[in-house]
């Protein structure tokens, strides 16, 4: 799908605040329904896109509508093309040596860090898991230089300050080759790879 020039996301509570909302944002605007859903914990999603203009009087009309059932939300007026394709659910391998971890517990507050990071470093967004059995948590995973990596994630650290929000992240400089085989297989436990290291032991007496 072409990236829009903009995208807005609602965090809605409950999934009647949340059809009601999103269909409130395409009859008052003329956008694209990206799209919307429930995730964990009991959550629904409404992914936007579209003009700035479209974008911005859907996402108002949006907040309006949602209310106290709008647990987070961001507008991203000029969304940087990865963090589009992989809000939609897009993945790419393992190139580079370091790898930084982002974990927030709003997806709005992860997208938003996300696409500010990856426009103010050399990196590349490997996926990102958007709170899917994931207890509503939303995750980035970025690749590059070590340096690159590390400035990314203090990127996405301050514009979680300024949304007064909290994160986990860390910097793994130097991944060992059974985890670049593991991330680039998935993440979820019961899909994962079982990788027997050459120096390892698969019983213990």
Do not use: W
Request: glycine share 8%.
């Amino acid at each position: 799908m072409k990236p829009c020039p903009a995208i807005a996301l609602l965090e809605l509570s409950n999934l009647a605040a949340g059809i009601h909302t999103a269909d409130a944002m395409v009859k008052k605007s003329p956008i694209a329904l990206l799209k919307t859903g429930t995730v964990s914990r009991g959550k629904y999603l409404v992914l936007v896109g579209g003009s700035v203009a479209a974008v911005d009087e859907a996402y108002r009309e949006g907040l309006q509508i949602a209310g106290d059932s709008c647990i987070d939300s961001m507008m991203l007026p000029d969304v940087h093309p990865r963090v589009f394709s992989a809000a939609l659910g897009e993945e790419e391998k393992i190139t580079a040596e370091a790898l930084g971890i982002l974990e927030t517990p709003t997806i709005a507050m992860n997208i938003a860090a996300a696409d500010a990071a990856i426009k103010g470093a050399a990196v590349q967004i490997l996926e990102m898991r958007l709170g899917d059995n994931y207890a509503g948590k939303g995750y980035t995973l970025f690749n590059g230089k070590v340096e690159d990596v590390q400035a990314a994630i203090e990127i996405a650290g301050e514009v979680i300050q300024r949304r007064d929000g909290s994160a986990s992240a860390r910097v793994i400089p130097r991944l060992h080759e059974s985890m670049v085989r593991q991330i680039n297989g998935s993440l979820r436990f019961n899909l994962s790879e079982q990788i027997q290291l050459s120096d390892g032991e698969m019983e213990i007496s």
